[in-house]
């Protein structure tokens, strides 16, 4: 009975997964809403030009000839029109140019999308580069692997707990299938806990404005899942790690970006306490990184430091990456996904104050170039060389740091908030290494944990009020405005942010993890890790014909 | 252990329960739905004791004890220190009076996140013990050899018992 069991296992499963999937299916049918009934339009008087320019369009023969220049493809010969032979008529040109506008914004968030999916590959090129050769294999499955939990994860829950109440985004015309957040009332103001709708993609949320933003934040949810990879990499079981990965694409990280991002509390802070416009975090410095980075010190904690790692006396060993060229052509894989990131968290390019998506690219870029400008100088000035990884790792932090501020700050600004970033990481690698005696390989607790609260805290100093995204932010009229510019209020709804990112996500993380511990347990065993986690854990090398070198640090401890 | 076919068959389950979970939330409110979540519920629970059953087989790994006590107070500290933000935002209706608040909140969770959690993880750190101690005689054995050949890192791992 066991043996059957076992070898139809895979079936079992897909016949479960089967079952829920019909289920939902009939839900939908049931559910299907009725079409509205057609109207005539009314005849206005602009009609008579729009026919008589109908008229003068290129005609096909025209355009058989060819258009070098590019000025007869597109007139309004090509707009859709609802009865042809009246030809078209204003409603119908007021129609073409409100799709337009959507689908201008659908490529725009759609495209910034793809480039973030794309960072992964920059983080698992960085993140392999700096572990040895004997895990590289094990380091490269987690980043690919990490994809899949996420987003399966995010599929059947995540997104209906993050943005099952974000309805109400004129970008991306309305959302409205997503208008159930569960609300609690508190001192007498109501509060946003979780959204409700979207589970599955299913029923009402069959959606194509809702299809866009599931993609585009699924992908910035697996930022944040991949970098809890980087720090517990070489030492963590591959199953614990797919599982803490599934249930935080479910469940952690969703909570807080529905807060911040989904019409939760933190957004709500405000219009019911009158703190700025509310918390403000435009791209994610809070939601993605310190998330991430916070996970990542979380799960650190409890998997220990690696062998060989500690000296008897607390003195940390270095343990060299195999391949830097991984890691700097990651860093600039993911400084390319970046302008996915921030440009992008406008969710569209056209109306409502998106053309400052320039400003964003350029604030994001600046960020980055002092970045590195801050780490290479600390690391030539103090310890005598222009570090290699330490470089790649000033890059990202600039980048993390200005991913909330990237919507409100001036060019200027950006560049000071990518400078402090830049030796902020250099720092906090010894801290974290030294002081706190947490071992974290690639030093993603300081590039996303560290300069991600740096980024949120940078919001309510330097956003200067410039910015108009539709003339309002979290539904309070006017632009973000930080203490520098004359709002301390922000300030506040900054700081309330960082409390909760440090008292609630990381606690939730920690207990989530500490019962892992205990379910599943974190750590490989001795002998694997020393081995290498190549072969135990995944089967093969990621180098086969290398050489492997002496331990010389465990010789030495 | 390392990976084996009974972690895989357990994760299957996990991800079965979590989604038939899952499809009983999205329909909630049917008994259909009811039935689904109570389903899912029992999947997953039957996957944690698969993973319970399997947790002894992995083997010892190089990380010894430490109290967990002191690693639960260090999470309760952080969680009140966001507790005295949010007090902070009630009691106080000044923006200069919450912003000191607030600051005070982060500041309290920090000492939970970076004193006491990292003093009651790292009491006990194997690192911090003799090589003739238990754990890290478990794999002295192999960390004091000068190179690993390739049929000793596709050999089952045996080892560790050896040197217990």
């Known amino acids: ?104 914004n659908f490529v725009w968030t759609l495209i910034c999308g793809f480039l973030v999916m794309f960072m992964q590959a ?10 040895r050769v004997k895990n590289a294999n094990h380091t490269y499955m987690m980043n690919f692997f990490v994809y899949g939990c996420g987003l399966l994860a995010y599929w059947v829950l995540g997104f209906a707990i993050q943005m099952g109440g974000a309805a109400g985004n004129a970008n991306l015309g309305g959302l409205y299938p997503l208008a159930s957040e569960h609300t609690i009332s508190l001192f007498g103001k109501t509060w946003g806990i979780f959204g409700e709708s979207g589970y599955f993609l299913a029923g009402h949320a069959y959606d194509v404005g809702v299809m866009v933003i599931f993609l585009f934040q699924m992908v910035f949810m697996d930022t944040a899942l991949t970098i809890v990879t980087g720090a517990c990499a070489e030492r963590w079981k591959f199953i614990t790690f797919s599982v803490t990965s599934v249930i935080m694409g479910a469940l952690t990280y969703p909570l807080f970006a529905n807060w911040a991002w989904g019409g939760g509390w933190l957004a709500q802070m405000g219009t019911n306490l009158g703190l700025g416009k509310g918390y403000a975090d ?26 060989g790692k500690y000296n008897r006396d607390g003195s940390a060993n270095p343990i060299i990456g195999h391949d830097i060229s991984a890691v700097l052509i990651g860093c600039f894989i993911l400084a390319f996904g970046w302008f996915g990131f921030n440009p992008g968290s406008t969710l569209g390019a056209s109306s409502n104050g998106n053309l400052r998506i320039a400003t964003v690219a350029v604030a994001t870029m600046l960020a980055g170039c002092t970045g590195t400008f801050g780490s290479i100088l600390y690391m030539w000035i103090t310890k005598g060389k222009p570090d290699a990884s330490m470089s790649g790792n000033g890059l990202l932090a600039g980048l993390v740091a200005i991913t909330a501020p990237s919507g409100f700050v001036s060019a200027p600004n950006a560049a000071i908030i990518g400078l402090v970033a830049g030796v902020l990481v250099c720092v906090s690698v010894y801290f974290v290494e030294n002081v706190l005696k947490v071992d974290d390989p690639v030093g993603a607790i300081s590039v996303h944990c560290a300069n991600g609260l740096w980024g949120v805290l940078a919001v309510g100093l330097f956003a200067d009020g410039t910015s108009n995204y539709g003339g309002s932010w979290n539904g309070v009229s006017g632009s973000v405005t930080g203490l520098f510019y004359g709002d301390a209020g922000q300030l506040a709804a900054q700081l309330v942010g960082i409390s909760t990112l440090l008292g609630v996500v990381f606690t939730l993380s920690f207990a989530i993890n500490m019962v892992l511990e205990y379910v599943i347990g974190h750590r490989v065993s001795a002998e694997t890790e020393l081995n290498g986690l190549d072969i135990p854990e995944m089967g093969q090398l990621g180098y086969p014909e290398f050489v492997f070198r002496p331990e010389t640090a465990l010789k030495a401890a | 252990m390392a990976a084996s076919k009974s972690q895989g068959s357990y994760f299957g389950l996990f991800l079965v329960g979590g989604t038939v979970l899952c499809g009983g939330l999205a329909y909630i409110a049917s008994g259909t739905g009811k039935l689904l979540l ?20 992995e083997g010892e790994t190089a990380v010894l004890p430490s109290p967990e006590s002191m690693k639960w107070l260090g999470a309760g500290v952080a ?6 933000t949010l007090g902070g935002l009630h009691l106080v209706s000044s923006n200069g009076g919450r912003i000191v608040v607030a600051l005070l909140g982060i500041g309290v969770s920090f000492f939970g996140i970076l004193y006491v959690l990292p003093a009651a993880f790292n009491k006990t750190a194997f690192w911090k013990k003799a090589a003739a101690t238990s754990a890290r005689a478990g794999f002295s054995s192999v960390a004091s050899r000068a190179t690993l050949d390739h049929s000793e890192l596709t050999a089952a791992p045996t080892a560790m018992g050896g040197a217990k």
Not at chain 1, 36 to 45: E, I, K, Y
Not at chain 1, 282 to 307: E, Y
Request: neutral net charge; glycine residues 12%.
């Open chain 2, 38 to 57: 109570v389903v899912g519920a029992a999947i997953l629970l039957a996957a944690a004791i698969g993973f319970l059953k399997i947790k002894p087989l």
């Open chain 1, 282 to 307: 435009f791209a994610g410095s809070g939601v993605v990184h310190s998330v991430g980075g916070l996970t990542a010190l979380a799960v650190c904690l409890i998997v220990g430091p690696r062998i």
């Open chain 1, 122 to 131: 920059g983080f698992a090129m960085v993140e392999s580069g700096l572990t």
């Open chain 2, 79 to 84: 969680l009140l220190g966001w507790l005295v």
């Open chain 1, 1 to 104: 009975m066991k043996t059957w069991l076992r070898s139809h296992f895979l079936a079992l499963c897909i016949l479960a997964l089967g079952l829920t999937a019909g289920g939902m299916a009939y839900a939908e049918t049931a559910a299907a809403p009725a079409q509205p009934a057609a109207a005539p339009a009314p005849v206005p008087p602009a009609t008579a030009e729009l026919r008589e320019a109908a008229a003068k369009a290129p005609t096909p023969a025209d355009l058989a000839k060819g258009d070098p220049g590019g000025t007869i493809t597109g007139s309004i010969a090509d707009v859709t029109v609802t009865d042809a032979k009246a030809g078209p008529t204003l409603a119908d040109a007021g129609n073409q140019i409100g799709q337009n506008k959507i689908a201008i």
